[in-house]
Structures are given as structure tokens and as C-alpha cells.
């Protein structure tokens, strides 16, 4: 059985506008060590796998951008979705184009827009991964929990199925969505739930009778689709139907209520980088914070500034008396905005799409 | 008697960086409605005085920049100060050009970088400064204070030495250094004190006399220059001169101890808009302030902003979770500072010339 890697890379990442945008999305940023999302989650894998094993999904505007990012990637690797819709159907696409080229692929779905820092362990969780995915096994990678999040979806660990490569596998009893406070706290302080980081391993057979199962009608979509592999009539036919498919999430399509769901809780140092926050937390895990607690990328002079994010790129960015504070430099905008609400990033670029600003989108 | 205007145009502003440089200092800053700080001064007293009866003193390095903005002056009303030594040579080298070119002249002494509202109010209180002048009075307009400002030299008020033309006129009983907050408090509760705005009116005859009855040396100096005016011994000889001037307030030079000083307490919306927490202050009362406290200036985006000042020029400037804040961004330097903090931005300039970053400076 050969392993394969489907990177889905649809997103754009608003929460870190105004460095993302519509024409430079997030796994295109070159936010940490001067290499984009895009090419440290490839960089990444490069040690387990043969390029022609990693395949990407992503739309066709964001396609010239990733091949650049990623020459030795043989371009027909690149499966285009007309529109994103939703994991599911991102991942049933990349499942029947393994499954053609190779029955018994497993496939490693991994994300093109996060960031792991101990990238060993990672590796060593992916091979786990497949030995555990080859006995039919639905996988899923599930982050331990650095803190009780409330933006992430949990995983609950049931019985125990042994170790493999000296990581404990468990049956995923449930997938819970994002919690309250509350509930979040019980439930690592309980020691059975990780994150959902939405990173999966399962053989292409396995999940696609899964969607046969639970997705019926996307099942008969995705048939019509593959019948038509390798001839003319791939994109037509892609391009007829997938307006038809259904948004729907894999946790919520399939994951929740799959047969033989297995988690290997892993230790990895994984963020979603999901906002200003979130990267300046990774920043400072990499040692890039100094001794007020700034993490600062680009040039900055400042007086009286703690635990404040400052990431510009040519401009010199000058602060006094700050405090919690996230500040983003671009050619055309400048973010200043506090720590506690840097969630509104997200409000303020719909703010900007409701008054026809698209220059800044 | 004919009365003139000398223009003392030599500061750089060093407290509204990043906007302010050596070579675009603050009288060359659009602030305030599209018009530069020099061209308002020039509005302000252009219904009273003809082109010829205004005279600047100025840097050669900003002399350029200073004729482009008033092409209506004669380029010989420039005078030009081999370098800065303060206001009192700064004044007493305009007074001997004026003494030359009238030896019954009347001088008022004007700021390039200083705001007024209204600007009515300001020429009657010239035009009353004229009278009280021509009796030999040393003439200053002291500012009715606004508040208890820290950040101001007082006058005291002695007694009354009449009226003219509407305007109450004192002797002046003592010029104060800028007090405590408590001084002040007390001073502006009394009635009977007024800011050092740094404006004054004499006879020219009148200031040489205080010159060489203070400042002796510095007479001497200025006779040496004033014998050479009009010939060609006149630029040679002030370069000579110039640098073994010392260094001299007016006020502490001779309006503490000049015979006959008199106040005429104005209140015509007078900002020295020292800084941008002062700009902001002056836009407010221009009535550029939205209804949340905010001054914008410049394309801008915001959430949950309140009570700041915005100055931008090109670049949208996004805004989240602010109070009390100070955002001015320029081509190359954004600044971001606590309002509270502002006067530490003088400190970050001077950090940057520490540094060696003269591009910024």
C-alpha cells in the first residue's frame, strides 16, 4: 500500500487580514522564517514522501500561486475545485483521483494553512498513522491541548486500541463542536479529548464507502465525476455538477457518526494560526519574543511596549505606551487593533466588503 | 510708524514625528484644512500688512521651501539665520533689517507653527498691539488660558494700563517658567495670569535698546553685522559672527527684565499644536471630531474606537478596540502611540539618531 498526501489549500484566512487577501491568501504568506504556509507544510512531509504522492486541492486562481511555491510538484498533483465546498467535498474529490491511481492508496489530509513546530514528531505520527489507517481504520491526528480552547472542536478518546510506533491509538468515541468556557475546561482537564486538528488518515476504499453511506447523494456526484477521470470529459463534467454538491464539513458529513474512528493523540507544537493571536503565540513558542513579551517582525523602534505583536515588512513601525496591541503593516492598510478583540478582524473586512472597498479584500 | 511682521520660521517640530522631519519640518505641514502651518500664518496677516511688510527669519536649508509656499514675498524678506541660536538673536538679527529699511518700524514678532481660530480676534489684537507699542511699550499678547497647562510659560498681570480698541491692556509684573500642575491651577483660577504665547510688539528702536542694555555682547555682535547690511561684507561677516553667539530665549534674555513690558490677554482659539495629542485638541474645536471622540484624517476603517486621532495620508488605517490612541502613518514610518505618552515621542526621535536612522529623522 503506497501513502499519499492530499493538502487541501482553499482558504483564504481573513482573520489575518490585512496581510491576506482575496489574491494572496494565508497559505501563501510568508508569516513565520520567511517561507510561506504552503512551503513549510510541504517541506514538512518532503521527507516521507516522493513528490508525486502529494497531491494538492485548491481553486484555480490560487493554483498558478501554489505551483510556484511548489515546482517539483508534478502539475497535474494539483486537482482544481471549481468552488469550495467544504472539506467534504474537497477531500471526496482528492479520495477518487487516489483511489484511480492507485486502489489501495492511503491518504494522509492534511492542511495547507497551519503550523507545526516539532515536525519530527509529526512524521513519526503520519507513519503511526498509516499502520493504523491500513487495518481500515478511519484516523485522526488529535492535537493534546495546550489550553481549554474554545475554538476548536474536541475529540473524545474511548477504549484503548494499543500503540503503535510508541503512540497510544484510541477509538474516537465522539467529535464535539466548539464549547463553552466551561465545558472546554472539564474536558482537558479530564485528560480524554484533543483538538480536532483536521488532519485525517484513512485508505481511499474507507472513506469513500463512508460517503457512499453518509452522503449518498454526494456519493452519486462524486461517481459521476470519477466515471469520467482521465478523459475530456473530466472538467465539463466537474464543472456541470459540483455547483450541485452541498457544503458540508468532513466532521459533520462524515467523521461524527463513521464506523472504526481511531485518534492518536499527538504532541506536535500544532497551531491553526487563526488569527494575529494565534501567530504571535507561535512566534513567541519559537523564540521570537523579547524580553517585554513583543514579538516583533520587520523594523520597529519603541518605547514603553509589552506583550504587543508588530509584524511589518519595509516600514518603520514606531510605538509608545503599549500594551496587549497587534499592529500589521501592509503597502496599502494598516491594522491597530487590541489583543482582546482581534476576533473583529474578521467584522471589519466585512465592514470593508460592505462598502464596496475591494481593493482591500 | 509702519508696522511689519517678522516670521520666525526655524523649528522642526520634533514632537509630531513621523510627519515632521529635518527637511518637511512643521511650519511646511499640511495639519489644519490642506494649508501648511507657514501658509496660515501668511493668511492671517495678509488683510493687515502688504507683501513688503513681512519679512521671515529662517534656516537656508528651509528658506526654499518657505518662498514656494508664499511666492507673494519678496525673496530679500527672508532672512536668513546661518543657524539657530534661539529666539532672541533670532529677533534682534530681523530687528536690525527692519531698523535699516525704517528706522520707526514697528515689529511684530510671529511664530510659523502656531494655530489660531480666530483669526479676527488676532488682527484687532495686533492692530491694539500697534498703539500700545508705539508708546514704547515692549507689547506681549499673553493667551487667556484654556486650562491649567503645564506646558506654557505665564505672565502676570499688573496694573491696568488702560484699553485700546476693546482690548484690556496690563503691565506685565512677571514673565513664570512653566509651573507645577498646582502652580497652574492656581495661577489660571487667579485671573490674573496669561500663556507666553511667544508673540510680541516694540518699536524696533525700543528691542536694540533692551538688547544692549541685557544682552551687551550680544549687541556688540549684532552692530558688526548691522554695519555691514546692504553691502557685500553682510553674508561673510554674519556667517563669522553667527557662531560665537550664544544661544538665547527672548524671554529669559529680556522680557524677564526689559523696563515697560505690557500684556494684552487674548483669547482668539490660539493652539501652539505642540503635539499630536494638541492637533487633535485644535481639530476637535475645528469640529473634525466624529460622534465616538475619534479626529480622522485620511481613509480609515474602525470598531469600537473612541477618543483617537487618526492622520493618515494615503493608506487606510484600520482601527480595533482603541481608546485615548495616536495613529499617524506616512510613506515610510507608522507611529503608534498611548495619547497619554505623547510627549515621549520626542524620545523616540531621539532614539532613531541614537540609532543612526537618519532616513528617519
Same mark, same amino acid.
Given at each position: *500500500?503506497?501513502?499519499?498526501?492530499?493538502? *487541501?489549500?482553499?482558504?483564504?484566512?481573513?482573520?489575518?487580514?490585512?496581510?491576506?487577501?482575496?489574491?494572496?491568501?494565508?497559505?501563501?504568506?510568508? =508569516?513565520?522564517?520567511?517561507?510561506?504556509?504552503?512551503?513549510?507544510?510541504? +517541506?514538512? &512531509?518532503?521527507? =516521507?514522501?516522493?513528490?508525486?504522492?502529494?497531491?494538492? !486541492?485548491? /481553486?484555480?486562481?490560487?493554483?498558478?500561486?501554489?505551483?510556484?511555491?511548489?515546482?517539483?510538484?508534478?502539475?497535474?498533483?494539483?486537482? &482544481?475545485?471549481?468552488?469550495?465546498?467544504?472539506?467534504?467535498?474537497?477531500?471526496?474529490? $482528492?479520495?477518487?483521483?487516489?483511489?484511480?491511481?492507485?486502489?489501495?492508496?492511503?491518504?494522509?489530509?492534511?492542511?495547507? /494553512?497551519?503550523?507545526?513546530?516539532?515536525?519530527?514528531?509529526?512524521?513519526?505520527?503520519?507513519?503511526?498513522?498509516?499502520?493504523?489507517?491500513?487495518?481500515?481504520?478511519?484516523?485522526?491526528?488529535?492535537?493534546?491541548?495546550?489550553?481549554?480552547?474554545?475554538?476548536?472542536?474536541?475529540?473524545?478518546?474511548?477504549? @484503548? =486500541?494499543?500503540?503503535?510506533? $510508541?503512540?497510544?491509538?484510541? %477509538?474516537?468515541?465522539?467529535?464535539?463542536?466548539?464549547?463553552?468556557?466551561?465545558?472546554?475546561?472539564?474536558?482537558?482537564?479530564?485528560?480524554?479529548?484533543?483538538?480536532?486538528?483536521?488532519?485525517?488518515?484513512? %485508505?481511499? +476504499?474507507?472513506?469513500?464507502?463512508?460517503?457512499?453511506?453518509? *452522503?449518498?447523494?454526494?456519493?452519486?456526484?462524486?461517481?459521476?465525476?470519477?466515471?469520467?477521470?482521465?478523459?475530456?470529459?473530466?472538467?465539463?463534467?466537474?464543472?456541470?455538477?459540483?455547483?450541485?454538491?452541498?457544503?458540508?464539513? &468532513?466532521?459533520?458529513?462524515?467523521?461524527? %457518526?463513521?464506523?472504526?474512528?481511531?485518534?492518536?493523540?499527538?504532541?506536535?507544537?500544532?497551531? +491553526?494560526?487563526? @488569527?494575529?493571536? @494565534?501567530?504571535?503565540?507561535?512566534?513567541?513558542?519559537?523564540?521570537?519574543? /523579547?524580553?517585554?513579551?513583543?514579538?516583533?517582525?520587520?523594523?520597529? !523602534?519603541?518605547? /514603553?511596549?509589552?506583550?504587543?505583536?508588530?509584524?511589518?515588512?519595509?516600514? =518603520?513601525?514606531?510605538?509608545? $505606551?503599549?500594551?496587549? *496591541?497587534?499592529?500589521?503593516?501592509?503597502?496599502?492598510? !494598516?491594522? !491597530?487593533?487590541?489583543?482582546?478583540?482581534?476576533?473583529?478582524?474578521?467584522?471589519?473586512?466585512?465592514?470593508?466588503?460592505? %462598502?464596496?472597498?475591494?481593493?482591500?479584500?
Amino acid at each position: *500500500m503506497t501513502f499519499y498526501a492530499l493538502i *487541501m489549500a482553499g482558504g483564504t484566512g481573513t482573520r489575518l487580514w490585512p496581510i491576506s487577501r482575496q489574491d494572496n491568501p494565508k497559505q501563501s504568506l510568508k =508569516l513565520i522564517g520567511g517561507r510561506t504556509m504552503f512551503e513549510h507544510t510541504i +517541506d514538512r &512531509i518532503a521527507p =516521507l514522501l516522493q513528490p508525486e504522492q502529494i497531491f494538492v !486541492v485548491t /481553486d484555480a486562481q490560487q493554483a498558478q500561486l501554489l505551483m510556484a511555491q511548489a515546482p517539483e510538484l508534478p502539475p497535474e498533483n494539483f486537482i &482544481i475545485e471549481p468552488e469550495g465546498r467544504g472539506t467534504a467535498p474537497c477531500i471526496g474529490l $482528492g479520495a477518487i483521483h487516489l483511489h484511480r491511481q492507485d486502489p489501495e492508496a492511503i491518504m494522509a489530509v492534511l492542511t495547507a /494553512d497551519h503550523f507545526i513546530t516539532d515536525t519530527e514528531r509529526f512524521r513519526q505520527a503520519l507513519t503511526a498513522g498509516v499502520k493504523v489507517a491500513q487495518d481500515g481504520h478511519l484516523v485522526t491526528l488529535g492535537i493534546t491541548p495546550a489550553s481549554p480552547s474554545t475554538g476548536y472542536g474536541y475529540i473524545k478518546q474511548g477504549e @484503548s =486500541l494499543g500503540a503503535v510506533e $510508541g503512540f497510544p491509538v484510541f %477509538r474516537a468515541e465522539r467529535f464535539t463542536e466548539k464549547p463553552s468556557r466551561e465545558t472546554a475546561f472539564h474536558m482537558v482537564e479530564s485528560g480524554e479529548y484533543t483538538w480536532n486538528s483536521g488532519m485525517f488518515l484513512w %485508505r481511499t +476504499d474507507r472513506i469513500l464507502e463512508e460517503f457512499q453511506r453518509q *452522503m449518498g447523494e454526494f456519493y452519486v456526484h462524486l461517481a459521476e465525476i470519477e466515471a469520467t477521470l482521465g478523459t475530456a470529459g473530466y472538467k465539463p463534467t466537474l464543472k456541470r455538477v459540483w455547483p450541485q454538491v452541498d457544503k458540508q464539513a &468532513i466532521d459533520y458529513g462524515v467523521m461524527e %457518526r463513521a464506523e472504526d474512528v481511531a485518534v492518536i493523540p499527538v504532541d506536535i507544537g500544532w497551531s +491553526d494560526v487563526g @488569527s494575529w493571536g @494565534s501567530l504571535a503565540e507561535l512566534l513567541s513558542a519559537l523564540e521570537n519574543e /523579547d524580553k517585554e513579551g513583543n514579538v516583533i517582525v520587520g523594523p520597529h !523602534v519603541g518605547i /514603553d511596549t509589552r506583550d504587543t505583536l508588530v509584524f511589518g515588512e519595509k516600514r =518603520l513601525i514606531a510605538t509608545i $505606551g503599549l500594551e496587549d *496591541m497587534i499592529i500589521v503593516d501592509t503597502d496599502d492598510a !494598516v491594522l !491597530v487593533c487590541s489583543r482582546e478583540q482581534e476576533q473583529e478582524v474578521r467584522t471589519l473586512v466585512e465592514l470593508l466588503e460592505e %462598502r464596496g472597498e475591494n481593493g482591500y479584500l
